[in-house]
């Protein structure tokens, strides 16, 4: 019994967590073509400013989720403005320089703060105890703010005028440009409002993991994974494609001999799987046109 | 006698109408000679190390274009090859005391096994799925190899196998006569009927399906060619580093041939080898500011990209030499007149 609810919690907490970055992700894919590699590079750098603000400057930790968002927003909408936009209709360009970006983010804060781990401390201290199992009430805070954020974000998309503006630009540029919307600054919009996601990410993670410059690479993958399980540009399937493969997680962490190093493997697996049987994922929609 | 002076005299003719005359052949001669004759001047072993695993890489490299370049299936899952590769001539040394000239063309042919395992499912997938699809199958090897310790040394990797040659020197003849060999024989292949339709399948697959070509066999035919080139590259890097690693099927180093791949310029096989050869002493010459070194490296790929984002060799080569509007043949850019039929070249 708690043993399920330990997996039920990893879960569901892995699963917004992919969710969230999933998400972003799949916006700026969808709008833009463009594959970024530093995305979860952005929710690094907030985890790290959250370091700064909550550690070293001794501030409440809301200022400095507020901090984290808004500096990893602007740095995205720069990077976007001056490193991608100019290479834009050259793909693989585009693809190395976001890995490089990754990179440079990277070593820029391995600089800064040095390898070692670093952790953050919970905004809750306790926990509370369901059936006989600690539930940590941050544990509990970071998927109430996960589900929050999501929510809002759903609102934002589906009944603003931005929000159709994203959808359409997202469904077909040329037709969206032809409607009178100013794809460049949709992009960019988008570009930021993706990047502003992994920043919230970052945020709300940190208390639960450890804080390394190389902590990019492994959320990056996963969130690969379920982009293209739940089937590219499309927002529902990031959503339940991410809470698939968090479960999976959990559960091969929990029950599987050994799985701590299988836990990747056989999500990644799964997402094989699937795509065998559904080439575009669970709710993609079919490119076939754009030959 | 006659024979031999006949096409000797045929071969400087070629040397002196076709190589002689455009920069860019003469820059590839030059390499090649220099690459040769170098331990004559250095058998520096730190020199000789760098430019072994420089030709190692670069193989590694140009078989990423042989089959992401050519046929547009871009797979950021290449260290899956190479790692195959790595481990399967390091198992059969180990095991099977099967010498280097026998396990690398076996590490090899695993290679080429695991290019058809990941191509299968891959023909179902386009663009973007492709990519991403493909970037997870080394993580699910190096899962396994974790999870199997017992067989494949787990996070130490394989290690004592035997020494590619016995002195350092015969290492980096080994290493640049396969490297040479082997690129040659890339570009040769994507110079040929294959190449083209791999050309064609980048540009439109559905029109090469309807002109009758079988697109799966060619698919497949470049996954598993580039499979056996990088699974080359893998067990020529095992044998020189006498030990096989899980680093072999690294994420990152399975976006590093990505980026000496695209940084060198895609479709032209000596833009990647180029790329290498620039690059990977560029990382090394950067330990000097070992703090700064990848940042470095990645701000300077990053620059050259913003300025040339078709990749620095087309660049370079598009500044030193001119297409004749009319005959479609190259010449250098100090020509006015095109040299084979004498049109005006501005």
Known sequence: MGLLIDIIMS???????????????????????????????????????????????????????????????????ITYKFLINPIREHEGAVLIATIALAMILQEVMSLIFTGTYLSVPALIEGYAVILSVKVFYQQLLSFGAALLILAALYFFLMKTKIGLAIRSTAQDREVANLMGINEARVAMLTMGLSVGLAGFTGAVVVPLTVLEPGMWMGPLIMMMAVVVLGGLGSLKGSFIGAYILGFTEALVVFLAPMGAFLKGPVALCIMILVLLMRPEGLFGVSFEEER | MDFILFHLKRLLTIVRNEVLVLPSRVAVIVFVLVMLLLPLVSR?????????????????????????????????????FFGVGAYGAAMLNLHAQIPPWGSIPLGAAAAVVAGLIVGIPSLRLRGTYLSLTTLAFPIVLMGLVFAFADFTG?????????????????????????????????????????????????????????????????????FSLSGFFAGIAGGLYAHFMRIAGPSTLEVSLSFTVVIWAIFGGVVTIYGPVGAVFVLFPLLEVLRIVQDYRTLLFAGVVLVILLYMPDGLFPWLREKIEKECPRCKVRNIATRHTCRICTASLD
């Open chain 2, 154 to 222: 787990g996070e130490l990797g394989v290690s004592g196998i035997t020494r590619l040659a016995t002195t350092r020197v015969g290492d980096y003849y080994v290493a640049v006569l396969l490297m040479l060999g082997l690129c040659f024989l890339m570009w040769k292949i994507t110079d040929s009927n294959t190449g083209i339709i791999f050309h064609a399948i980048r540009e439109d697959e559905i029109a090469v399906r309807a002109a009758g070509i079988n697109t799966t066999r060619y698919k497949l035919l470049a």
């Open chain 1, 11 to 77: 879960g569901l907490i892995n699963g917004s967590i992919l969710a969230l970055l999933a998400i972003g992700f799949s916006l700026i894919f969808g709008v833009a073509r463009i594959i970024n590699f530093a995305h979860t590079a952005f929710y690094m750098v907030a985890a790290y400013c959250i370091y700064v603000v909550t550690q070293q400057m001794g501030l409440h930790a809301v200022w400095g989720m507020i901090a984290a968002v808004l500096l990893v927003t602007l740095l995205g909408m």
């Open chain 2, 44 to 80: 520096d072993p730190y020199l000789l190390r760098i430019l072994v695993l420089t030709s190692i890489f670069a193989i590694f490299a140009a078989s990423w274009d042989l089959l992401s370049g050519y046929t547009g299936q871009l797979n950021f899952g290449h260290a899956l």
